[in-house]
T-cell receptor, first 115, second 114 residues
């Protein structure tokens, strides 16, 4: 049973517009959330994170929003650039039992930014 | 600084053969994670080492899989005997003190078992 879900396998946006990637989770013990970005033939790279005590974290063009009551987070990229085209993974940690090292990943969303 | 190094990058083998995947941690890191990525199950944690000691191997599929850290900078993941359902991309990642937000992934090994 998937505890972290990314329901959109793919998303296509125009350069300069906003990209919004969504993620839902079911485990209320998760207390730290991360987004990773993955290019073909490379490993995932850490992009941005948010603690459950916050509802927003911003880093340049990237902003992550957390809605704990809805168990939902989203990644906003503004403005989107062609180089942002990649697979984006949502991940969560802190599922209880001292497992803060353990990342539970969604299956990813392929973002394509068209010039 | 070199990142996490994995070898081989691609491996094609026949069912029943032994497969060994290798990983070199980033210098100074003391935690090591092995992940497997498949279309069906996505990215899954197989095993986690801290200071060369296996802490959590609950994700290891079955006894055919084994992982070791013979020293602080190197790890192997062995599958013996391999089966077609083991075909996947295997990633290792390293970090300092196991903090989830500082896991640095290698480029992965794409394993195909015929």
């Amino acid at each position: 049973d998937q505890q972290v879900k990314q329901n959109s396998p793919s998303l296509s946006v125009q350069e300069g517009r906003i990209s919004i990637l969504n993620c839902d989770y079911t485990n209320s013990m998760f207390d730290y959330f991360l987004w990773y970005k993955k290019y073909p033939a490379e490993g995932p790279t850490f992009l941005i994170s948010i603690s459950s005590i916050k509802d927003k974290n911003e880093d340049g063009r990237f902003t992550v929003f957390l809605n704990k009551s809805a168990k939902h987070l989203s990644l906003h990229i503004v403005p989107s650039q062609p180089g942002d085209s990649a697979v984006y993974f949502c991940a969560a940690s802190g599922g209880g039992g001292g497992s803060n090292y353990k990342l539970t990943f969604g299956k990813g969303t392929l973002l394509t930014v068209n010039p | 600084d070199a990142g996490v190094i994995q070898s081989p990058r691609h491996e094609v083998t026949e069912m029943g053969q032994e497969v060994t995947l290798r990983c070199k941690l980033i210098s100074g890191h003391n935690s090591l994670f092995w992940y497997r990525q498949t279309m069906m199950r996505g990215l899954e944690l197989l095993i986690y080492f801290n200071n060369n000691v296996p802490i959590d191997d609950s994700g290891m599929p079955e006894d055919r899989f084994s992982a070791k850290m013979p020293n602080a900078s190197f790890s192997t993941l062995k599958i013996q005997p391999s089966e077609p359902r083991d075909s996947a991309v295997y990633f290792c990642a390293s970090s300092l003190a196991g903090h989830a937000d500082t896991q640095y992934f290698g480029p992965g090994t794409r394993l195909t078992v015929l």
